[in-house]
């Protein structure tokens, strides 16, 4: 079996607890306007790896992940090559590697055979980082072109099992740097009790030229990032204070 992989980084300080090492998985079928590697989106763009290629390139770096660091898999969606991710992160497991999702949940299903090999994922991962791309249906779908109803059902999901989860939201003005929003995902946030650490990233253009290499239109090119005090309100009403997480 072969993964389809954009990228590897053998360094990450900001994709789960210690140090990681990073496998960017190709092919991401939400559109988020926001997104900063829309050079992930397509699959086939990938390069193929096998999981054992894989677990060698982890582990020559093993010596720098300290006792928390360990296998970041992100993307892309990395649920979209959930058979290939079974088997990295069974092999990993083995050698008693920290396992880690950075996912924007879009793949999940309670429908079969789907849902039973996510479960059986789910017994080789040890966190998982989640976007909450926007609390509202509707904007949800103008945001990622997609639903957002199977992804809040699988955070209840993992609420259900106590699978340890860190919560990223994207502060972006005119989309959901909006105190409504913000206290509608604080609500929904609450009613979890797996949550270990709540994170607002602010909003950044950084991403721009890969849709001119790309010839994808940036939608939000005339967006500017949000400011130091709507960032603040944002963390303050989203009580990210509240959740400490794991200490890099």
Excluded at 98 to 127: H, Y
Aim: with cysteine.
């Amino acid at each position: 079996m072969t993964g389809l992989i954009h990228q590897l980084e053998s360094f990450g300080c900001a994709d789960g607890p210690g140090s990681r090492f990073i496998v960017f998985f190709a092919g991401c079928h939400m559109r988020c306007k926001f997104c900063h590697n829309p050079d992930t989106w397509d699959m086939n763009r990938g390069k193929p790896y096998t999981s054992d290629q894989l677990l060698s390139e982890a582990l020559s770096c093993r010596s720098y992940w300290g006792k928390k660091g360990g296998i970041t898999v992100s993307g892309g969606e990395p649920l979209l090559q959930i058979d290939f991710l079974i088997e990295f992160f069974t092999k990993a497991k083995e050698k008693g590697i920290n396992t880690c999702i950075d996912t924007a949940g879009g793949p999940f299903t309670r429908s079969e055979p789907w849902f039973s090999k996510f479960s059986e994922l789910m017994k080789v991962t040890d966190l998982l980082l989640m976007d909450i791309k926007h609390i509202d249906e509707e904007e949800h779908k103008k945001l990622t072109g997609q639903s957002g109803e199977n992804v809040r059902d699988m955070f209840r999901y993992l609420d259900e099992i106590k699978k340890p989860i860190w919560i990223r939201h994207v502060l972006t003005p005119g989309i959901t740097d909006n105190d409504e929003y913000l206290t509608k995902t604080r609500d929904f946030i609450r009613s979890l009790g797996n949550v270990q650490r709540v994170e607002v990233l602010p909003y950044h253009g950084l991403g721009a030229m890969k849709y001119k290499e790309l010839g994808i239109d940036y939608v939000l090119k005339d967006t500017e990032s949000p400011t130091l005090e709507r960032v603040a309100n944002a963390r303050e009403i989203l009580e990210c204070e509240k959740y400490t997480g794991w200490k890099n």
